[in-house]
């Protein structure tokens, strides 16, 4: 199947069908097939392309609504097809013509790629769009979205990482004035709701990260030879959680103690998906887990209060005292 010609048939059913009239099977199949002439696109033959793309909107109706959006009704030899009462569309119509074919689109060519291995987000993907092009005002599902900022340049940064382009950015530091650099980009990566991305500055030879809501502006620099890195972003964050290599960083045994409540929940959500964990019964359990200690650890294992603590190496767990220590002196102040 064709996405952009499935698209397009979907929006001239639905047109048909959203002015409240009966239509059959050959009615709907001769109005897309003037659509499509009209476009230069090649008309539909069998009948029973009709007849799966009428199931496929059910299929999105039902997904949304809990029922089926399109009824039928048979009178005699002829099939008629009709939206069911109280439906005028299956399109939030907020939107244009032009950006529905789009989503439509795209979210064909997602459709087609279920199933493959570490695309599982796609089925999330499918129904945030399910969502925003037929459900405007319902909210089924909330998803969570982006830092401020995050989708100015997120295309452009891609695009550079793609077509391998050395960019000149301005970005401004918290509590600083913007500065201009000069990077070569290599990836991007969300984290807590923020994206990052990770290039390195021209004269230098480590991997910087960049958070994209501190970006002021972007430019391609096509003065400067792109540098590639032998990096492999696939594994870069093995061996951390979160974006943060500190500087000297080692990686280090780690053993965490928790008590029966954050032995049930370290098996749903883990602090790393490399982790360890021997449970103890009704005396909780031991994480194992071996990275390099950074801060987005350090806040991982402060989000579980006091049903988690460091039991070794004795250093990160003195690092953990004195970071309890410091918040008490700060609710101590009041």
């Keep these: 199947m064709k996405t952009k010609d499935y698209s397009m048939r979907e929006m001239i059913i639905d047109q048909c069908l959203g002015t409240g009239r009966e239509y059959t099977r050959e009615e709907l199949q001769a109005a897309v097939n003037k659509a499509l002439e009209s476009r230069d696109m090649l008309p539909v033959k069998s009948k029973v392309t009709i ?32 939206y069911r009462d109280g439906i005028e569309s299956i399109y939030n119509r907020e939107l244009t013509f032009d950006e529905i074919e789009k989503l439509q689109e795209v979210r064909s060519l997602l459709q087609g790629l279920r199933g493959m291995p570490q695309l599982e987000w796609i089925d999330q ?30 295309l452009q940064l891609f695009n550079a990482i793609n077509q391998k382009m050395v960019l000149t950015i ?49 430019r391609e620099n096509k003065e400067v030879a792109y540098r590639k890195t032998d ?72 989000s579980y209060g006091d049903h988690l603590k460091v039991v070794s190496p004795k250093h990160f767990q003195e690092r953990m005292k004195e970071l309890y220590r410091t918040i008490e002196e700060v609710y101590d102040e009041e």
């Design 170 to 218: 301005e970005y401004q530091r918290f509590g600083y004035e913007p500065k201009e650099r000069i990077i070569h980009p290599y990836h991007l990566k969300q984290f807590m709701r923020r994206w990052y991305l990770f290039a390195t500055i021209e004269g230098k030879e480590f991997v910087t990260s960049f958070a994209l809501d501190r970006f002021v502006s972007v």
């Design 51 to 82: 007849l799966q793309d009428i199931n496929e909107m059910n299929e999105k109706f039902y997904r949304i609504y809990e029922e089926y959006g399109i009824v039928s009704e048979r009178r005699g030899r002829k099939t008629y097809y009709r």
């Design 125 to 154: 993907m499918s129904a945030r769009f399910d969502q925003q092009i037929m459900s405007p005002n319902q909210t089924i599902a909330s998803f969570e979205e982006g830092t401020a900022g995050d989708s100015r340049f997120f």
């Design 231 to 302: 990096i492999d972003f696939n594994h870069y964050f093995d061996d951390i959680v979160g974006i943060t290599h500190p500087d000297g960083g080692v990686v280090e045994h780690i053993v965490l103690e928790g008590d029966s409540w954050a032995d049930n929940y370290l098996h749903t959500l883990p602090i790393h998906p490399l982790q360890k964990i021997e449970s103890l019964g009704e005396k909780g359990c031991l994480v194992k887990l071996d990275l390099m200690i950074n801060r987005e650890l350090e806040r991982e294992i402060m």
